[in-house]
């Protein structure tokens, strides 16, 4: 029976020795699938590659339809992912083609955000930290090197200018309206990529609104 | 003693032995099958650890972890659909079109953006989180009862490589839907929030919400009818 007994211990030690080091180690192989069941389904399925002879470049997820009218200064563009579709109430400029001088959006407009409501300023500057501190900084004063207050200035020569107002400045980026602000946001600015495609009507009226709120700090 | 007989010569004595030693060895071999199956057929062992290569090797550890990204500001539909979504290649170019442009890791993204006009080669991005295709699943609805990312994917923010690290099994769904209140995030802490733990606080406010029936604040109900999820 010692045999038995050396063996069983083996199995033992074994066991324990691969329970510690095999399970959950690192492989970039794909995970096995033991019973295939449905587990691969040809379907359409988000962000996917798909053959099919009618998409000849395989995308899964269509991209948005070229607006064969549009008169957006970048020419025919993808204007459902700009999420700029026709809106006059919101739109950044008036009937004569200027920049509006009023955010169109009441700061006492509502959201709701995932079934709970949320204030215009909260959305604007929970929006503001994800998309814009990253250059500009949590308080808008942006700059380069080590002092510079977003992580993109302090790290690479990109120039991040500030758009609080400062003594002794021609303060140009400071006083810009409303609309010119949307549509910098929008359609972007020199180094400043643009977010319209990122980010809802709503959302960049209330980052307006929260650029207004932060610059009042330093007005 | 019948010594000599047929029956010796075929069965010597220690072979009175070898009925329970073939039980003995069955069993074990039945119960060592057992523990084969149920602890490396597991998920936690097929899945866990998958880390496939990327074909730009971007890092996590470095956009989330050193600069703090938001998680959001590449995986925007998170909050409103059922998929986080891998960013395009105009949210890359947006900040690579003059932050280390010449870079030859970032050669595929520059094929990918082409002109900027939806005429590139699409990165082809290895999805690590695999659930199967009769399984649902809705990023946003998580997102809402305040779950955050980290529940299900660990600390991207710490990877090099996106790893799993959860298996992802019905198990590992039906033990947060039973009961989730080490999960659920109170009011004012942000989903992407990686380094966010339970307190005796949060659970018990959790727990509240649980048995919660009202529409404000939206009622916790995390169901575990097959139905839920196999739809």
């Known amino acids: 029976m010692s045999t038995l007994k050396i063996t069983l211990a083996l199995l033992a030690v074994s066991c324990a020795g691969l329970t510690g080091c095999m399970r ?30 009618g998409w000849p470049d395989g995308r899964s997820s269509r991209l948005p339809v070229h607006d064969p009218v549009s ?22 400029k008036d009937a004569s083609g200027a920049f509006k001088k009023q955010n169109p959006l009441p700061l006492t407009h509502t959201f709701t955000v995932l079934g709970k409501p949320v204030a215009t300023i909260d959305r604007g500057k929970e929006r503001f930290d994800i998309h814009c501190s990253i250059c500009h900084g949590t308080t808008g004063l942006g700059g380069n090197g080590p002092t510079g207050n977003g992580l993109a200035g302090r790290h690479w020569p990109v120039a991040i200018p500030s758009f609080h107002f400062a003594e002794g400045k021609d303060n ?43 610059q009042s700090l330093s007005k | ?22 039980a003995l060895g069955a069993a074990a071999t039945g119960l060592f099958v057992v523990f084969v199956v149920n602890f490396w057929f597991s998920p936690k062992h097929t899945d866990v650890g998958y880390q496939p290569y990327q074909p730009i090797s971007y890092s996590h550890k470095l956009h989330a972890g050193s600069m703090g990204m938001d998680c959001r500001y590449c995986h925007r539909m998170v909050e409103d659909g059922p998929h986080a979504t891998i960013p395009d290649a105009d949210t890359c170019f947006g900040c690579h079109k ?6 030859l890791a970032l050669a595929p993204l520059h094929a990918a953006y082409g002109t900027g006009k939806g005429d590139g080669t699409p990165i082809e991005w290895v999805k690590v989180h695999l659930l199967p295709d009769y399984a649902f699943f809705n990023h946003a609805v998580h997102v809402r009862a305040g779950v955050g990312c980290v529940s299900c994917h660990g600390r991207v923010d710490q990877m090099e490589i996106v790893r799993q690290v959860e298996p992802l099994s019905m198990g590992f769904c039906l033990e947060c839907h039973r009961d989730p209140s080490a999960h659920i995030r109170p009011n004012g802490v942000g ?14 406010a959790a727990k509240k919400l649980l048995e919660w029936q009202g529409d404000n604040p939206p009622a916790l109900n995390p169901p575990t009818h097959c139905s839920a999820c196999h739809r």
């Open chain 1, 24 to 53: 959950g180690g690192v492989s970039d192989a794909p995970p096995v699938h033991l019973v295939l069941d449905m587990d691969f389904q040809h379907k359409l399925k988000a962000q996917s590659h798909i053959e099919f002879e």
């Open chain 1, 71 to 92: 008169t957006d200064p970048l020419g025919k563009t993808l204007v459902v992912a700009r999420g700029s579709l026709p809106n006059a109430d919101l739109s950044h």
């Open chain 1, 172 to 214: 140009r980026v400071a006083n810009l309206t409303d609309g010119e602000l949307f549509d910098v946001i929008t359609y972007g600015k020199n180094t400043m990529p643009a977010y319209g495609a990122r980010l809802s009507v709503e959302d960049r009226w209330a980052i307006v609104h929260y650029v207004r709120a932060l």
């Open chain 2, 1 to 22: 003693m019948r010594r000599g007989s047929n029956l010796t010569v075929l069965f010597p004595k220690w072979t009175n032995k070898l009925p329970a030693v073939l």
């Open chain 2, 98 to 103: 003059n932050i280390k442009k010449d870079s």
């Open chain 2, 191 to 204: 989903a992407t929030d990686m380094t966010w733990t339970a307190t005796p606080d949060s659970i018990a």
